[in-house]
T-cell receptor
Framework: DVKVTQSSRYLVKRTGEKVFLECVQD?????MFWYRQDPGLGLRLIYF???????EKGDIPEGYSVSREKKERFSLILESASTNQTSMYLC????????????FGNGTRLTVT | DAKTTQPPSMDCAEGRAANLPCNHS???????VYWYRQIHSQGPQYIIH???NNETNEMASLIITEDRKSSTLILPHATLRDTAVYYC??????????????FGTGTRLKVLA
């Protein structure tokens, strides 16, 4: 089974802090994704990566950046955390083939105070 | 980008079939339809996907209309453990030729004892 592991289940940070959310997958997947999930808004795509060192903006990239130095690891960075970034963050991965489904981690609930 | 529309909530009696509809009227010819479900506090779990033919696996069946503008996920014998939020999503090709998955807000299915 594919395993997507997010480093923290719960995280509390202060406004202005730099925050790193880490995600690791163990199935050699080419594609990795970061979503945030908020009540009433569903899942919204922040950034995704289809190869090492490659990245593409999703629908809501403002205030975020990403890093993918190794194939198995995809990091989401909040350069200066703000309270409106309090949310559930979900990482996912997929093979690069045309119809490959996404596999999700269990999420990181980030609270910015 | 193709979008999906789902009813916000549905109830189903335990042991009966749960039929969850999804409208994706702007889907284009090469876009797949995927279904996921999310149980509280977990990441979304892949259920099934299809392009234009009906599909079945051990979890569910997927019926896609001939014009591909809508689909129905069928859980043949719903159990209490099927209570979850169900997402119908479309995978779209980006301008750079990569893929992204577009989530809506899902249907909250409640299976009643």
């Amino acid at each position: 089974d594919v395993k997507v592991t997010q480093s923290s289940r719960y995280l509390v940070k202060r406004t202005g802090e730099k925050v790193f959310l880490e995600c690791v997958q163990d199935m050699d997947h080419e594609n990795m994704f970061w979503y945030r999930q908020d009540p009433g808004l569903g899942l919204r795509l922040i950034y995704f990566s289809y190869d090492v060192k490659m990245k593409e903006k999703g629908d809501i990239p403002e205030g975020y950046s990403v890093s993918r130095e190794k194939k198995e690891r995809f990091s989401l960075i909040l350069e200066s955390a703000s309270t409106n970034q309090t949310s559930m963050y979900l990482c996912a991965s997929s093979l690069g083939s045309y119809n490959s489904p996404l596999h999700f981690g269990n999420g990181t609930r980030l609270t910015v105070t | 980008d193709a979008k999906t529309t789902q009813p916000p909530s549905m109830d189903c009696a335990e042991g009966r079939a749960a039929n969850l509809p999804c409208n994706h009227s702007t889907i284009s010819g090469n876009e797949y339809v995927y279904w996921y479900r999310q149980i509280h506090s977990q990441g979304p779990q892949y259920i099934i996907h299809g392009l234009k033919n009906n599909e079945t696996n051990e979890m569910a069946s997927l019926i896609i209309t001939e014009d591909r503008k809508s689909s129905t996920l069928i859980l043949p014998h719903a159990t209490l453990r099927d209570t979850a939020v169900y997402y119908c999503i479309v995978r779209a090709v980006t301008t750079s030729g990569t893929y992204k998955y577009i989530f809506g807000t899902g249907t909250r299915l409640k299976v009643l004892a």
